[in-house]
């Protein structure tokens, strides 16, 4: 019954996605429209109201219209929130079609959203209300391993460097492990790592219990490439430090090609030593990624 339950819930906020993503068809009032800025780990959300649609005039109808906005939000924020990414292969609705994730749960989360305050468009044709949501509250929700994942170890390589984080470059495209073409390897909240025998380096589940940031942060490669002493930029020297092991990413991998695939030799370099091991413990990892992906519609291609 919760399944049958569960599905009808997603079903349902599926169709309205279609009827109210992005643009108003004629006639409609209001719409949201939606982008996931990856470097910051947020969805940020803006509902629009057709002011002269609604019957609302300005300004004395501009109380109103936020009322109408706040009353819309829930639901129209759903049709973004089912689309969000989180593995290689689901997105959040995948997780609410299944009954790990429940519409209430999701309900919740996008009510932690902060508000802007409501502006017209120049034209004073629409009232605009900016929402911002950190990605980070969505992943808590989402279920992982009762008991936290075992880090690959080897033997042999403990004589490997202590790192103070560790940065995965996979900014160009890269061949798709097991598939034709190449790709930009693409954001999710819940990246993997694989070496080049396809032995699971990095998983969520492999995070100490109660990590509360995300699994790994997103930069872009100028981020990377400064003239500082460690060549970060600020805000990354205080994720990863100033000695990161830099690692050139070989592949991806996944139906959506999200994990990165790297030299074996790399590989050894973390889980050969204790200290490695724990920068994945404590999510001291960096993705860099190519600039058009890190800003990205929920849903585009």
Not at 135 to 158: D, F, K, Q, V, W
Not at 171 to 177: F, V
Not at 230 to 240: D, F, K, P, R, T
Not at 263 to 281: K, M, P, V
């Amino acid at each position: 019954m919760k399944q049958t339950t569960g599905r009808k819930f997603f079903l349902g906020a599926l169709f309205f996605l279609f009827a109210v993503l992005v643009f108003p068809l004629p006639g409609e009032d209001i719409a949201i429209s939606g982008r996931i800025a990856w470097e910051r780990m947020e969805i940020d959300a803006t509902v629009s109201l057709d002011m002269a649609s609604a019957g609302l005039k300005f300004p004395n109808g501009r109380v109103q219209g936020e009322e109408y906005i706040r009353a819309a939000y829930p639901s129209l924020i759903q049709s973004l929130l089912l689309l969000i990414p989180v593995d290689s292969s689901r997105n959040a609705g995948d997780f609410i079609k299944s009954g790990d994730l429940s519409m209430e749960a999701l309900k919740n989360f996008a009510a932690a959203a902060s508000l802007s305050a409501p502006a017209f468009s120049p034209d004073l044709l629409l009232l605009r209300a900016p929402y911002a949501l950190k990605l980070s509250g969505l992943g808590s929700m989402l279920p992982g391993s009762s008991r936290p994942a075992e880090i690959l170890r080897t033997i042999g390589s403990n004589s490997s460097p202590g790192y103070t984080g560790i940065i995965i470059i996979a900014s160009k495209q890269l061949p798709a492990h097991g598939m034709r073409g190449t790709y930009l390897a693409r954001p999710c909240i819940f990246p993997k790592i694989w070496d080049t025998e396809m032995n699971l380096i990095f998983e969520k589940n492999m995070l100490k219990p109660g990590h509360s940031g995300p699994a790994v942060r997103y930069a872009k490669e100028r981020d990377i490439f400064l003239s500082t002493p460690s060549g970060l930029s600020e805000e990354l020297v205080s994720l990863a430090g100033e000695r990161p092991l830099r690692i050139i990413a070989r592949e991806i991998f996944g139906k959506r090609p999200t994990d990165p695939v790297i030299d074996r030799e790399d590989a050894l370099l973390i889980t050969g030593n204790e200290r490695n091991r724990e920068l994945l413990r404590e999510g001291k990892l960096v993705f860099v990624l190519a600039d058009e992906v890190l800003t990205e519609v929920p849903g585009g291609n």
